[in-house]
Antibody, heavy 121, light 106 residues
């Protein structure tokens, strides 16, 4: 069974940094693209970042470009999201999600439970 | 960027009734359209991909249709567990989500 366990969410001050992790199991991790999707409190879903199965291609939403970096360690079956210059607008639950194929186009067929990032002083 | 507009914002129905949810794209998305269900405090769950293909384990009361810019998710007979928020997503040139439709119990 596919499992995605996100962690690393925390309370962080404006301008701070945080790294999220997502431990994957139940599938061949390197064979699938992965992504991060966030949801601000009471709001809808916002696609944040994605990475191909081999890690060679990454994509970021305009709202986080230059501040967030997605990466993966296929030897550890783990996805990461390095976040910097955080602002209140980044407060959200961050979901990691498994892509349906190794590269585009792909939908997200499995989702982790999410980790909460709160940006506040 | 392709924008997705979902309607209505809220649908108030009773168990056993038919639910019809709309997702309109600002330009053609071919067939790269998915639907997700989200219940309070839970992660989204994939229902439909490629416009009309049901994901593994999804009951056949859920169906997707459409083409080009206009897409529909239909729940033929609402079960109590179907009351939730539904999001559409384009996963071709962009990866945008619609703003969601809440299906609530009347």
């Amino acid at each position: 069974e596919v499992q995605l366990l996100a962690s690393g969410g925390n309370l962080v001050q404006p301008g701070g940094s945080l790294r999220l992790s997502c431990a994957a199991s139940g599938f061949t991790f390197s064979s699938y693209a992965m992504g991060w999707v966030r949801q601000a409190p009471g709001k809808g879903l916002e696609w944040v970042s994605a990475i191909t199965g081999g890690g060679g291609d990454t994509y970021h939403a305009d709202s986080v470009k230059g501040r967030f970096t997605i990466s993966r360690d296929n030897s550890r079956d783990t996805l990461y999201l390095q976040m910097s210059s955080l602002g209140a607008e980044d407060t959200a639950v961050y979901f990691c999600a498994k892509g349906s194929s190794v590269s585009r186009p792909y939908f997200f067929d499995w989702w982790g439970q999410g980790t909460l990032v709160t940006v506040s002083s | 960027e392709i924008m997705l507009t979902q309607s209505p914002g809220t649908l108030s129905l009773s168990p056993g009734e038919r639910a019809t949810l709309s997702c309109r794209a600002s330009q053609s998305v071919n067939s790269y359209l998915a639907w997700y269900q989200q219940k309070p405090g839970q992660a989204p769950r994939l229902l439909i991909y490629d416009t009309s293909s049901r994901a593994t384990g999804i009951p056949d009361r859920f169906s997707g249709s459409g083409s080009g810019t206009d897409f529909t998710l239909t729940i033929s007979r609402l079960e109590p567990e179907d009351f939730a928020v539904y999001f559409c997503q384009h996963y071709g040139r962009s990866r945008t989500f619609g703003q969601g439709t809440k299906v609530e119990m009347k």
